[in-house]
Each structure stands twice: as structure tokens, then as C-alpha cells.
């Protein structure tokens, strides 16, 4: 089975540009979920959607940040205009959950390196 | 509201030695725990998980954790330690759901030879 899929693994762009990073979840998963990597902060999840559904966006920075499920098994997190410091690791994560059978692992995948200049 | 502390942000130990990493958490409600392992440059992978069944919790690798509810603890064990194992270390903690994981800020764990 395929794990997490994220593209770009790296991306190097100027501030003021966007970026879009996208995400596929792990098949029959139907969680979802965004995390940045940083030394001053460690791991901080930014958002995560259940079943398309954005279910908590109170780790996104600002305005700047927006994240979108398309369809079930695809998302996109977008930055626009980005700032260096949104320089980060930008992970994705998926797994699967529902009320009454719930299995709380979430599988990573191997992440995007993002450098604003 | 969940939080993980890591005692330790560098371990460094001998192979064939012991591995401890510390776990303390904090939650309102009964946890989830996990630790994940985190290789350079790659993604975070689970080394194990404690969902309320047995406290002893065995992972991938050798590695497992006991969980006491007393001293809220969930530290990582294993009882030698290889080259292969210097990596970053992430305890972490979810609700019941496994909606928000909150993760400790990470130890990493060096091994000489």
C-alpha cells in the first residue's frame, strides 16, 4: 500500500509568491491532517479535516494559510503572499476514524521542505 | 487541554546500552499516547501506541513503553541500544478521537559506538 504522498518534497520560492503543497491521503483513510515542522516550535498541527470537512483551523497562522479537500483522497495547503518565515517542514498526515470505531494513528507522509527567500 | 513534555532534548548512550527517553503528560481526559520516531529528513513513524489496554505497550524495533497513569508518565524504553536507533524521538498525545495529536518537543537520541 502507498503511504502519505506530499509534492513538492522540496520547494525554494521568493516572499510574496504563493505556494501551493498537496497531500494524498493513504486510501480509505478519512482524516487529514496538516502539520509545520520548526526549531523555535516544534511540531504544530495547522488544520485537519474529517471526511472533507475542515474540523478545526485554530493553528493557522493568519489569512495567508488556506487549506482545501477537493475530493476524499486529495487536499491542498496554500500560502499566498509568503513571508520567510513560513520557512518550514510542512507535513500531512491521514487516518482513519469514526465515532464508534476509531483508530487514532495517523500515518505521515515524508513531507515539503519549504524555503522562502 | 493535552500537553507532552520530553525531559531531555539530547540523550546520548553507548551501543548495547539502555534507552531511556521521558514522557510526561498532561490530560483532562483518559489519553492516547504514541511515540514516533522521526529519521533525518523523512516523515514521522509510529513506534508504538497506548489506547487504555495494557499498560505495557511493545513496539516496532525493540522499543516499548510502560504507561502509569500515577506518575503520568509514558517513557520509552529498550534494553540495547543500536546505531540504527540515533534518530528524533516524539511522544505525543490525542484525544480520544485521534483528532489533535499535541507532540513533546523531541528528544534526540545519539548512540556511540
Known amino acids: 500500500d502507498a503511504g502519505v504522498i506530499q509534492s513538492p518534497r522540496h520547494e525554494v520560492t521568493e516572499m510574496g509568491q504563493e505556494v501551493t503543497l498537496r497531500c494524498k491521503l493513504i486510501s480509505g483513510h478519512n482524516s487529514l491532517f496538516w502539520y509545520r515542522q520548526t526549531m523555535m516550535r516544534g511540531l504544530e498541527l495547522l488544520i485537519y479535516f474529517n471526511n472533507n470537512v475542515p474540523i478545526d483551523d485554530s493553528g493557522m497562522p493568519e489569512d495567508r494559510f488556506s487549506a482545501k479537500m477537493p475530493n476524499a483522497s486529495f487536499s491542498t495547503l496554500k500560502i499566498q503572499p509568503s513571508e520567510p518565515r513560513d520557512s518550514a517542514v510542512y507535513f500531512c498526515?491521514?487516518?482513519?476514524?469514526?465515532?464508534?470505531?476509531?483508530?487514532?494513528?495517523?500515518?505521515f507522509g515524508p513531507g515539503t521542505r519549504l524555503t522562502v527567500l | 487541554a493535552q500537553s507532552v513534555t520530553q525531559l531531555g532534548s539530547h540523550v546520548s548512550v553507548s551501543e548495547g546500552a539502555l534507552v531511556l527517553l521521558r514522557c510526561n503528560y498532561s490530560s483532562s481526559v483518559p489519553p492516547y499516547l504514541f511515540w514516533y520516531v522521526q529519521y533525518p529528513n523523512q516523515g514521522l513513524q509510529l513506534l508504538l501506541k497506548y489506547t487504555s489496554a495494557a499498560t505495557l505497550v511493545k513496539g516496532i524495533n525493540g522499543f516499548e513503553a510502560e504507561f502509569k497513569k500515577s506518575e503520568t508518565s509514558f517513557h520509552l524504553t529498550k534494553p540495547s541500544a543500536h546505531m540504527s536507533d540515533a534518530a528524533e524521538y516524539f511522544c505525543a498525545v490525542s484525544d480520544r478521537y485521534g483528532n489533535k495529536l499535541v507532540f513533546g518537543a523531541g528528544t534526540i537520541l545519539r548512540v556511540k559506538s
Open positions: 498526515a491521514s487516518s482513519y476514524a469514526t465515532i464508534t470505531m476509531t483508530r487514532p494513528e495517523q500515518f
